[in-house]
């Protein structure tokens, strides 16, 4: 798992205007009277937090290149001050059929917060160079 990162109201609005502009993320009043009840972290924000938590998980990983993914969840709105971690699960690995000096990895990664809730998921596979036995 990483470090824990907390997310900034700041932030927050500066992501959404640039990307995600709706009101309910870069305005509190707006946000209060919307269905999230508040000013909520736009998804390309929380997938750009979640890439860049992935970059601070033990253990290397000798990555050569993401090869997509199958899904993106949205399970609970991200909020300032909300502190998250992001948990990674390893599904499978194979060699790489068309680079036999490559794996293919599918992975599971999870946004949580401090008491365990879930805030995201996605799923999805990475090219990696493979270690000798």
């Given amino acids: 798992m990483s470090p824990w990162y907390e997310v900034e109201r700041d932030e927050i609005i500066e992501m959404a205007i640039r990307w995600d502009p709706y009101p309910f993320h870069v305005d509190e009043e707006a946000a209060r009277a919307s269905v999230f009840e508040g000013l909520a972290a736009c998804a390309p924000h929380i997938f750009a937090i979640s ?9 290397p990983l000798a990555l050569i290149a993401g090869l997509g993914g199958d899904g993106f969840h949205l ?11 992001l948990l990674r699960r390893f599904l499978a690995t194979r060699t790489s059929r068309s680079r036999p000096d490559a794996g293919v990895v599918s992975i599971e990664d999870t946004l949580v917060m ?3 809730e879930a805030v995201f998921r996605t799923s999805g596979a990475m090219l990696v160079a493979r270690r000798e036995a």
Wanted: hydrophobic letters at 35%.
């Fill in 114 to 116: 401090p008491d365990g």
């Fill in 51 to 59: 890439a860049r938590l992935s970059h601070d998980l033990p253990g």
């Fill in 75 to 85: 399970l609970a709105p991200v909020r300032a001050g909300t502190r998250v971690r």
